[in-house]
C-alpha cells in the first residue's frame, strides 16, 4: 500500500544535540511538508518542498533545516538552535499543488531528556 | 496574516444525535476549505474539501457548510456514533493553492 511512513515513532533529544526525523513516501507525490503541532493546538508549518532540491521555509522555521534530495525523501532535522523542540511533529505530502489534500504520516514525538 | 479559528471546547454529545462544529476565518475567503480527522497519536485523514461557490458537499453521514457572508465553515456528522469520537480540523488553501493553514482543531466525545 502506498503511503507516508515516519520515524521513529518517539524521540528523544539530548541539550545541544541535533537529530534528524525520517520521513519517507512512496505516492510519488511532488510536494511535501512538515508540521509541528502541541498539545491542544493546530498544525504549524516548518518547512515545505514543491520539487526535488528545492525548498521554501514556513511560519516556524527557526531552528530547524531540511533536504529534498529525492523526490521520497523530506527529512527534519532540528537542532540544537531550536529552544523548545517538544512537540509532535507530522510530515505529508501531496501530490501536486492544485488544492489537493494533503497525505499525513503518523508522526514523531519529541522530547527532551 | 489569514487566520482560521476553531472552537478549543471539546463538543461532547449523545450518540444518535448530529455534530456541529464551527470554523471561522478572517479576511478574505480562501477558495477552498479543507476538514480533517486527528485521532490521538495520529497524523490527521482528509475527509472533504469545499470550494468557495459551493454552498454544502456531502459525503455518507458527513455534510460541510462554506458561508462567505458569515465567514465560517460548518461540518456536520449526522447519527453521530463513538467512533466519529476525534479531533476535528479546519485548514484554509492559500491562493496559491500550495499551503494549508489549519485551525486549532474541535475534540468531538460522543457518548454511548
Redesign the interface.
Known amino acids: 500500500d502506498g503511503g507516508i511512513t515516519q520515524s521513529p515513532k518517539y524521540l528523544f533529544r539530548k541539550e545541544g544535540q541535533n537529530v534528524t526525523l525520517s520521513c519517507e513516501q512512496n505516492l510519488n507525490h511532488d510536494a511535501m511538508y512538515w508540521y509541528r503541532q502541541d498539545p491542544g493546538q493546530g498544525l504549524r508549518l516548518i518547512y515545505y518542498s514543491q520539487i526535488v532540491n528545492d525548498f521554501q521555509k514556513g511560519d516556524i522555521a527557526e531552528g530547524y533545516s531540511v533536504s529534498r534530495e529525492k523526490k521520497e525523501s523530506f527529512p527534519l532535522t532540528v537542532t540544537s538552535a531550536q529552544k523548545n523542540p517538544t512537540a509532535f511533529y507530522l510530515c505529508a505530502s501531496v501530490r501536486d499543488t492544485s488544492n489537493q489534500p494533503q497525505h499525513f504520516g503518523d508522526g514523531t514525538r519529541l522530547s527532551i531528556l | 496574516s489569514q487566520k482560521i479559528e ?1 472552537n ?1 471546547e471539546a463538543l461532547n454529545i449523545q450518540e444518535g444525535k448530529t455534530a456541529t462544529l464551527t470554523c471561522n476565518y478572517t479576511n478574505y475567503s480562501p ?2 476549505l ?1 476538514w480533517y480527522r486527528q485521532d490521538p ?6 475527509l472533504l ?1 469545499i470550494r468557495e461557490n459551493e454552498k454544502e458537499k456531502r459525503k455518507e453521514r458527513l455534510k460541510v457548510t462554506f458561508d462567505t457572508t458569515l465567514k465560517q465553515s460548518l461540518f456536520h456528522i449526522t447519527a453521530s456514533q463513538p467512533a466519529d469520537s476525534a479531533t476535528y ?1 479546519c485548514a484554509r ?1 492559500n491562493n ?10 474541535t475534540r468531538l466525545m460522543v457518548k454511548p
Open positions: 476553531q478549543s477558495a477552498y479543507q497519536g495520529r497524523g490527521p485523514v482528509f474539501l480540523l488553501v496559491a493553492g500550495n499551503m494549508l493553514t489549519f485551525g486549532g482543531g
